[in-house]
């Protein structure tokens, strides 16, 4: 639907759009803007420009238009007191990671908090009403500007009014007179300088008018009404009209403290400490006189560098100004920005990576740490963390909790990111040598594949700026995940089936067989249990026949069987198997005790990634920065253990599930988005809460055991538990003995080998000298000593031995021995290995061959194998065992003949 187009029927018609009683009472008077043509509510005269085009924009900069002063945290005190007091709930912020909606990963506006998909559509969930909520928003599309502009942040708190017009809650007339009470008798804004900016929204099939309004041109806030759906000129009023007030707390801070920017006043003490410590000369007339030209550049060029340039010349900054002041400072403003937002991010449990979400949380803090280093600022991250967390606390206190964690991802992303800079280096220095500038589709590859940033090229001079559309395009890439569909099949006006396993469970049931085709069969009731939540489907037999696959179809489960199908109408027994299921389940209860002993034993960031369980193996996929290591397993093991023998009674109880949120949190949704009204909650204790349909065990001793069987970094952020359960993790155990057992009898037997050598070659050390004593002495002739041959002519001498009582060991140290003692013997020991035969040579130095070489390259010849050496020593060998004395008496011809 075209905005444009609504905007212009209902301005068309401003007493039915925007019209309120306060406008009436306070003396509104409509006007169109002298130069763009909007329409704009004020009480001022003189006004003729909607705030945009005015005169006045930014003037608060330096002369704020409020009584009061009131900083970030104080701001939002002020507002809340002001809502609770009229009528409203104080709701707690919700997590910035989505967890409820699977087409967000982070939380981008204050109404999302309680909306909830459901099928195409957008339904609204409120804890109260009407209520106000300290939202933070995540966003990460023009990061470009963060610390720029003076106004833009990669997170803000979205001060959320909403309202459903029912006997609790209020409409237009209401919100309006709010609104300007607040500003007016809260703020102490006079009444003069608000003007209200007639506008529309748009989204999700729905549509409404909306009034913006503003204080010399900064827009405080945006009052949403959502009334109709469908298309314009055919649309009809929403069952459920709702209001949706979204306002930048960070502004309404900015506009009562008028400092040059809205970092100076939206980070406590930070910006203020971090100045001091980079030793900026601050010089506040100079910045304010920058940073109003800034804001007023804005509207006018599409390109940052413009808009500075622009301001620089209007502002009569120096070269040097901008090089020791503002770009020290906007670095200083990113940095404060860009930690905050890795604060809410980590402590919702979100990790830096390169998937999903995680890429926008890694790219900011590479930006921190590139401006760090570009800027050469000593800084310390935790520090830096200690002062966010001690200031924000006093509105979000449960950031003290998670500071630890906070500070152990921090350190951990930062370590990688040096670790990965060589690589980086290099890269950047080829594109540099071809003198190549990447372009954006170039730099989205680039840091999707190598992590590295546009920030990083640009500190280099490979590019010379980053493109306007690089985090834009991002963003876009990394904000909503995509959703598989299912086959359609033909289910047309067939009921929901009853889902047995939901009930008393019966294993063994007749059914009706409302519809058979292909090989789909769909009964009107059912225990076998459809895939899902990562949990595999049931089999057994329906009618016979085998089932062999289980998928839920909306409300309809359709089993899949195999050899033939029944006959529609027909009442089929059908029988699920047991031992399957039995097992299935075990594993589906391992994989939550698993799942919140991780967490205990790593840290808050570990979520449930995803999960499979099958009858006899299971795995479960955690989020966690680093591979885990074999004590982490081991405790996370003996944790789940320790659970499953405390016999604590898995608990299942249906929620509404606005109430299951506010009673257990978001934590509930470890296996995903419920897209149903009503919430399954399966408890154990308060160790593990679950939002899950699967199938569970009573009380968690039935898991009997849980055997972790292998971990591993399956992707950045993600690690893998594979595990068994039940009699699989029984068997698992014995079988791993077993192996242990086979291992060590393995090791002994090599133990007792080894044993065995060492006394071979301590006997073979004090036999030597006695055995080459007794050969010296050998007449001419044969003769035999301790199974060695003699052979003794004038020529020389030829000892040979093939006993087996002899080791390569001994025929080394004899045979180097004997010619050495008698220069004119020769030497052959032979010798088996497990499948060959060896055989050690030694020829002395006047013996009558002087060449082992070549004796072996001969016998070796005979053996079937191959062998070499030089003249005094040589080896060789082969195959044929038989072949032996052949070998030998080849051995004694070339030594004697
Ligand atoms: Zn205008
Ligand atoms: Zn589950």
Redesign the pocket.
Known sequence: MDKEEILSKFSADPVKYYKVKLFEEQGFERKPCAKCGRFFWTIDGNRSHCPEDSDDTYSFIGNPPTKKRFDYSQAWKEVESFFVKNGHTSVSRYPVVCRWRDDLYFTIASVVDFQRVMGSKVVFEFPANPLVVPQMCLRFKDLENVGVTGRHFSSFCMIGQLSIPNSQGYWKDECIDLDFRLLTNKFGINKNEIVFVEDVWEGGGSFGSSLEYYVRGLELGNAVFTEFQGELGNHTTLDQKVIDMGAGLERFAWITMGTPTAYDCCFGPITKNLVKKVGIDIDSNLLTKYFVEIAKNQGRFSNLLEVKEHAIKNAGLSPQQVTKIINPLEGIYLIADHLRTLIFAISDGALPSNVGGGYNLRIVLRRIIGTMQRLGLDLDLNEMIDWHIDYLKKTYPELKEKKNDVKTIIEVEAKRYEESKIRMQKIADNLKSKKQTPNVDDLIRMYESDGITPDYLKELEVIPEIPSTFYSRLSDLHQSVTKKEKETLPLQNIPETDLLFYKDDPHQFDAKVLKAFDKFAVLDRTSFYARG???EPDHGKIAGYDVVDVEKHGNIVVHELKGGIPKEGETVSCMVDSTRRDGITKN?TS??ILNSSSREILGSWVWQNS?FKEADHARLDITHHSALTDEEVTQIEKKANSIVQKNYPVKIENFDRGTAEQKYGFRIY??GVVPVKSVRI?SIKDFDV?A?G?THVKKTREIELIKITRTKRIQDGVVRIEFVSGKTAQDYVLQHENEQEKIKEEQDAKEEKDKLREERKEHAREKIPVLLEQISQSPIGTSKVDEIEVHTTEAGRFCYSTSDQYDEYFHINFGEKLIKNDPKASYCGIFDTDSTVRAIIYSGEQSKNKNAGSIAKEISKILGGSGGGNTRFAQGGGKDKSKKDEAIKKAKSMALE
Request: aromatic share 0%.
């Open positions: 939540g990562g949990q589906h994989t939550h999960a470890q296996g399966v679950e899950c699967g």
